[in-house]
């Protein structure tokens, strides 16, 4: 079905990966379908950690979420090795994804290796994981990160539906990305949409104006910029606090309006998604 990935060209943060958990999670609640979450950072624990406490946290020892970590090396780690072993299947790939919610969301946590070269080794696998998991899965969604080999990274980008380009929200993130533009063909592809991270609804810089500026046909996606979101994922409690906000609207104040605005960017890629017919 449908690779949707998130990927971006900044320097600096752009709250990629906490985007990437929003609509993620945001899906999985709103929709009845199934989602899968990969992220492909290196050495990085964000998405787990976001949806699972860990072992040693003092949080789980008081016992405030039932939701461990559990301390196995499956993932991806263990579908590249029987990737490796030429050992692989369509069929395979949900026994090493982790379930978040039941039918509706899993996610593929990242090799374990603290070893960038070993980590480089093993992400020549991920495109053919991520395509084999879009035959069993309705989305899948993909936090690319640049660590990723260059011919890893470009696989995945050729075989993804929809891409989105996170900027932040100034004028630099903007110009620079104009320039993109202007000088290279894939930035003006149909099926490459700008996000916004971080996003200040007070800023001078909107979606909007954003928009207009750049000369885009379709208006960002905006994730909000939100302490208690930003907490939850620290907490492991991320679901916690999108079934305690799924209910509010922009008139609800600063919750309503982070649950209004991801489920506005899902329904503009569902949008897309059905005219796309993938």
Do not use: W
């Not at 789980?60 to 050992?87: C, H, V, W, Y």
């Amino acid at each position: 079905m449908a690779i949707i990935t998130f990927l971006n060209n900044e320097p600096k943060e752009t709250g990629q990966t906490l985007s990437s958990i929003a609509i993620a999670t945001t899906y999985g609640i709103e929709h009845n379908l199934n989602i899968l979450l990969v992220t492909t950072d290196f050495n990085d624990e964000t998405v787990d950690s976001s949806y699972f406490i860990r072992r040693n946290s003092v949080m789980s020892i008081l016992g405030t979420n039932p939701k461990m970590q559990n301390d196995f090396s499956n993932g991806a780690e263990g579908l590249i090795r029987m990737f490796a072993a030429n050992r692989a299947s369509t069929g395979i790939i949900k026994s090493y994804t982790k379930p978040v919610l039941h039918d509706r969301l899993d996610i593929l946590v990242p090799p374990k290796t603290t070893d960038i070269k070993e980590f480089k080794e093993m992400t020549k696998f991920y495109p053919s994981i991520i395509d084999n998991a879009s035959k069993v899965y309705d989305i899948v969604i993909v936090d690319l990160s640049k660590a990723l080999r260059k011919d890893a990274y470009d696989r995945i980008l050729e075989i993804s539906n929809i891409m989105i380009l996170m900027l932040r929200q100034n004028q630099k993130s903007i110009d620079d990305f104009f320039k993109l533009k202007m000088s290279d063909e894939f930035y003006n592809k149909k099926d490459l949409i700008l996000g916004i991270g971080k996003y200040d609804k007070k800023s001078t810089y909107t979606a909007k104006n954003i928009g207009r500026y750049l000369r885009e046909k379709q208006m960002p996606l905006t994730f909000p910029y939100n302490i208690n979101f930003s907490d939850s994922c620290s907490k492991g409690k991320v679901i916690d606090y999108f079934l305690s906000t799924n209910s509010l609207t922009f008139k609800d104040g600063t919750e309503g309006f982070f649950y209004d605005e991801l489920r506005r960017d899902v329904e503009k890629i569902e949008g897309i998604r059905m005219i796309q017919g993938f």
